[in-house]
């Protein structure tokens, strides 16, 4: 059958990569797309936030499954659209994706459904928020309501920077975004992502993986979208893991009771709090780059399981998983998350892609006309991940490829899981 992927980056790479390798994929279509042939996908021009032309694309080019990759499209109500035309659509409508697009209607379902969180308050003026914060202490959590690229949070370690942060998002830092501002209790411990295939009943959680957020070595710096990740996550105890699948199964099931039908992935980010693990945020996707070190490890045919997810028929599916690490390194343009420049000429993919255990991810590349040229064109520009059968064995040969791979300003972390492998006390 032939599928139409939406988005452009390495997650959505990821998604391509594991579609085509199933017998029942045909040809696989990626709007916008990214990094030219290079994913296997063909590229296609469309207004992915335009559920109307995505719908009739599809239509008109035999596409039987639309698979969402971004947050943007599923909040803006295209999966909707693609269900209303007949054609079967991986990814929430509008009413799910709020679990994502809005970080009170979040925090609210969570409190209505006994789900543990930080505890929280909103607030859509500045001097109430203001008022609300001379009450609280340092350190302390100020996040813009809406979309903001996993950049709308701050981690406020004194009173000045949370009021400096709250007055940002009501001058419109992140624009519409930041009309509202969530203010929450500050958690510690370690992170992890536990993401689940739904149909909005059956919940079939995929492995964990464990991404590094913030922009420099050591965990220091700016949150960014991620900078590199993964899985399995040894840290995360028995009790632990049972009790994070336990809250994503009474998510979904509170979904289903609000009339919500939930088709697609259900990320959950946990923070794994000495009182038990605790959820710092839902994703209505994938994780970016949690998909790139979970899809390599999945045996199962991802057609089968995406086509279930979308009929609402999860029944008879079951995963399968690898039991090899998979490590992914993000190879950033430099200033990412801050101003970063684009264009710059990389070499070097074929040689890392070479070594065997090793898949380059286009997450932010143009190619030039003539077809061979790979330029930047992104905040994270690749995505190097690598497979092993121990951890040791799987970083080794991500930061081999890494350091093959060259670009002006190029930037990353070379401590990616090096804190987990040395156990729980490192978090304390
Ligand atoms: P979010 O976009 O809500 O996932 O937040 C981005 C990152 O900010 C998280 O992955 C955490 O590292 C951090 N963060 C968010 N909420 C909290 C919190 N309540 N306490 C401590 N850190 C947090
Ligand atoms: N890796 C974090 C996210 O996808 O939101």
Redesign the pocket.
């Known amino acids: 059958m032939n599928i139409l992927v939406l988005g452009g980056g390495g997650r959505e790479h990821a998604i391509v990569t594991s579609l085509a390798a199933s017998p029942k994929s045909n040809k696989i279509l990626c709007a916008p797309g990214g990094g030219g042939k290079a994913t296997g996908a063909e590229n296609v021009a469309l207004d992915i936030m335009d559920g109307k032309a995505v719908a009739q694309f599809a239509q008109s080019n035999d596409v039987e499954l639309v698979v969402v990759g971004p947050e943007a499209p599923l909040v803006a109500g295209v999966a909707d659209e693609v269900r209303a035309s007949g054609i079967l659509c991986f990814g929430p409508g509008r009413d799910g994706a709020q679990m994502e697009g809005s970080k009170e209607f979040s925090k609210e379902f969570m409190q209505r459904h006994g789900i543990p969180t930080?505890a929280f308050d909103s607030f859509d003026r500045e001097d109430r928020a203001l008022e609300y914060l001379a009450t609280q202490n340092a350190p302390i959590?100020i996040?813009a309501d809406g979309l903001a690229a996993?950049k709308g949070?701050t981690?406020a370690m004194t009173m000045d920077e949370a009021v400096q942060a709250v007055k940002e998002c009501f001058e419109g830092r992140f624009g519409e975004a930041g009309a509202k501002v969530v203010i929450?209790?500050?958690?510690t411990g370690p992170?992890c992502s536990l993401l689940v295939f739904t149909d909005g009943k059956k919940v079939l959680p995929m492995a964990p993986a464990q991404d590094h957020?913030r922009a420099y070595e050591g965990d220091l710096g700016p949150?960014t979208g991620g900078m590199g990740v993964y899985s399995p996550v040894p840290i995360v105890t028995s009790d632990e893991h049972q009790a994070m699948i336990d809250i994503m199964q009474r998510s979904v099931k509170g979904l289903a009771d609000e009339g919500i039908n939930y088709r697609g992935v259900l990320y959950g980010?946990f923070?794994l709090t000495e009182s038990g693990p605790k959820v710092?945020?839902f994703n209505a996707r994938f994780g970016d780059p949690e998909t790139q070190v979970v899809l390599p490890r999945l045996k199962s045919d991802l057609v089968d399981v995406m086509l279930a997810v979308a009929a609402g028929d999860l029944e008879g599916i079951e995963l399968e998983w690898d039991e090899s690490w998979a490590i992914s390194v993000v190879l950033a343009s430099a200033g990412y998350p801050g101003d970063y420049e684009k264009g710059k000429a990389i070499t070097g993919i074929e040689a890392a892609e070479e070594l065997p255990g090793v898949k380059v991810y286009h997450a932010g590349t143009s190619i030039a006309d003539d077809g061979t040229t790979i330029f930047t064109n992104g905040g994270r520009v690749l995505n190097v991940t690598a497979m092993g059968s121990t951890f040791k064995e799987a970083q080794d040969l991500a930061y081999k490829a890494c350091d093959l791979i060259e670009f002006e300003g190029k930037q990353l972390r070379r401590d990616i899981g090096i804190k987990a492998m040395n156990g729980r006390a490192s978090w304390s």
């Open positions: 930080a959590v996040k996993g949070v981690v929450e209790e500050f958690m992170e957020k949150n980010g923070m710092v945020e």
